[in-house]
Nanobody
């Protein structure tokens, strides 16, 4: 059974950094694109970043230059390094595999002083 488990969320001050991790199981990770989405209170879930199986990346305009998506195929894990965080980045962050349709349970990121 496919499973995506996020970790690394928390409370951080504006300007700070966090690294999210998503551990995948039950799928052929090396063949999959992997992505991050987020949903802020009262808003729809939105795309954040994607990395293909070949390592090609794509980002939402709102996070370009601040967030970096990467993957470790040996660990079946995808990461989201988030720098220069602002309160507008506050959301539940979800890991997603577009090939299989699997979603993680989400991890809360709160940016506040």
């Amino acid at each position: 059974q496919e499973q995506l488990v996020e970790s690394g969320g928390g409370l951080v001050q504006p300007g700070g950094s966090l690294r999210l991790s998503c551990a995948a199981s039950g799928l052929i990770f090396t063949s999959m694109s992997m992505g991050w989405y987020r949903q802020a209170p009262g808003k729809e879930r939105e795309f954040v970043a994607l990395i293909t199986r070949l390592g090609v990346t794509n980002y939402a305009d709102s996070v370009k230059g601040r967030f970096t998506i990467s993957r470790d195929n040996a660990k079946n894990t995808v990461y989201l390094q988030m720098n220069s965080l602002t309160p507008e980045d506050t959301a539940v962050y979800y890991c997603h595999c577009p090939n299989s349709g699997a979603w993680g349970q989400g991890t809360q990121v709160t940016v506040s002083s």
